[in-house]
C-alpha cells in the first residue's frame, strides 16, 4: 500500500524555529502533504500525540534542548511503535545512526542533504519503507576502513541507491563481489535486519496488538474504502459501533490481565459472527467497528445483530470466575453520500441511546 496516495500529516521536533519553518517551507511542495505540526522540544512533541494527533510521520531532531532525540524516539515509539520517526541531524558518525536504528528509527536524514535527495528520503517514508542515505550505510555497515577501489564501492554505491529507488529491501551484494567479504556480510545484514522491521512495521501499522483485529487507522481506510465502492455500486453498507458493558467494572475487579484475556475472547467471537468480507476493528480500550458489506437493510442488518449477541452472550471461564459478557451496540445504515466522520457519528449516537435505556442491547440511528 502506498500511503503517499492519500492526505499525510508531518509532524516536525526540533528546536531551532528558523529550521523548521525552513523544512516545512520544502515539504509544501508534496502534494500529498496537507499538514505540518510543529513542536520545539521532546515534551512538546509527546503532547501533541497525548492530544490525539496521529501524524504519519515524525522527524525528530538528535539533538533537542530538552535532551537526546533518541531518548524522546523511545518515548514516542512506546506510545505507538507504528508511528513512523525518522532522525534529522548534521552528524554522520556511524555510532550515531546505529544507535538510532538500533533503537527503532525508521531512517536517518542528513540536515545538509540536498533538496532533492532530502524530499526522496520523506517521500520513502510515507511509503512505509525506511531511508538511510547510500553513502551513510556505507559509513556505518563497514566494520573496518578496508582500502576499497572505486569500482567496488560503485558497486556498493550502487545496490544502496536501488535500495532507496526501488524500495526494494530483498537486494543483496554479491558475496563474490571485490568488496571486502566483512563489508558485504555486514550489508547485507542490515538489509535483512531493515526487511525484518519492515514487515513488522507493516503489521503494527494495521493491527490491533492485543486482539489482532484491525487498528483504527486500517479501519478509517476500509470505511474511506467502502464509501467509495457504495458510490460505484449503488449497495450501501451498514457500520456497527459498539463497547462492552461494565468493563471498567471487570478491569477494577478482576484486573487489566483478565480484562484483555476478555477482550481477546470478544475479538474473536465478533470475528466468528461477521462474513470474510466484512471489517472488524478495535478503535481502542473496549470500543470495537464492524463494516457490514452490502447489507443495505434494517432487516439484514439484524440478523447479524442478533447472531453477535448470541455469541457474545455465551459465557467465558476467566480466573476461576465465569463472566457472561454483554454488549451495547449502535447501527447506521450507509450511503455513498456520507462522510466518515458523519458515519461514526450517527452509529455513537445510537450506542448512546442503547446505553441510556439500560445496555445489553442494539439500536439503530434514527434522523
Not at 492519500?6 to 519553518?21: A, G
Amino acid at each position: 500500500m502506498q500511503y503517499h496516495e492519500k492526505i499525510m500529516k508531518i509532524l516536525l521536533v526540533d528546536d531551532h524555529n528558523l529550521f523548521r519553518q525552513g523544512l516545512e517551507m520544502l515539504l509544501s511542495q508534496l502534494e500529498s502533504v496537507s499538514e505540518i505540526l510543529h513542536a520545539e522540544s521532546g515534551n512538546q512533541a509527546i503532547e501533541i500525540l497525548k492530544a490525539g494527533e496521529d501524524p504519519d510521520l515524525i522527524l525528530l531532531d538528535y539533538n533537542l534542548g530538552d535532551g537526546v532525540g533518541v531518548d524522546v524516539l523511545l518515548r514516542i515509539k512506546s506510545r505507538d511503535p507504528s508511528i513512523p520517526v525518522a532522525m534529522i541531524s548534521g552528524d554522520s558518525n556511524p555510532r550515531i545512526v546505529q544507535q538510532c536504528l538500533s533503537n527503532g528509527a525508521n531512517g536517518y536524514i542528513e540536515k545538509n542533504m540536498d533538496t532533492t535527495e532530502l524530499l526522496t528520503a520523506v517521500k520513502t517514508l510515507l511509503d512505509g519503507n525506511y531511508y538511510i542515505p547510500p553513502n551513510l550505510m556505507l559509513k556505518t555497515y563497514s566494520s573496518k576502513n578496508e582500502e576499497i577501489d572505486e569500482t567496488s564501492l560503485s558497486k556498493f554505491t550502487d545496490v544502496a541507491r536501488n535500495v532507496v529507488r526501488e524500495k526494494d529491501l530483498s537486494l543483496r551484494l554479491d558475496q563474490q563481489s571485490d568488496l571486502p567479504h566483512e563489508m558485504v556480510s555486514a550489508f547485507n545484514s542490515l538489509l535483512e535486519e531493515l526487511d525484518d522491521k519492515q514487515n513488522h512495521l507493516n503489521s503494527l501499522a494495521f493491527t490491533d496488538e492485543l486482539t489482532g483485529l484491525a487498528n483504527r487507522r486500517f479501519f478509517m481506510e476500509r470505511l474511506d474504502h467502502a464509501i467509495k465502492t457504495t458510490k460505484r455500486s449503488k449497495k450501501d453498507f451498514s457500520l456497527i459501533y459498539l463497547d462492552l458493558d461494565k468493563f471498567k467494572e471487570i478491569n477494577d475487579t478482576l484486573g487489566h490481565d483478565i480484562g484483555d484475556k476478555l477482550l481477546i475472547e470478544v475479538s474473536n467471537r465478533l470475528q466468528q459472527s461477521v462474513r470474510e468480507l466484512d471489517t472488524v476493528a478495535r478503535l481502542g480500550g473496549d470500543e470495537f467497528c464492524i463494516l457490514l458489506i452490502d447489507i443495505e437493510s434494517e432487516d439484514n442488518a439484524r440478523k447479524v445483530l442478533e447472531k453477535i449477541m448470541e455469541n457474545i452472550r455465551k459465557p467465558v471461564q476467566l480466573a476461576n470466575k465465569t463472566i457472561t459478557p454483554s454488549i451495547s451496540i449502535g447501527v447506521t445504515l450507509c450511503t455513498g453520500k456520507s462522510l466518515p466522520k458523519d458515519i461514526i457519528k450517527r452509529a455513537d449516537e445510537a450506542l448512546y441511546k442503547v446505553k441510556q435505556s439500560g445496555k445489553n442491547g442494539f439500536a439503530f440511528y434514527k434522523p
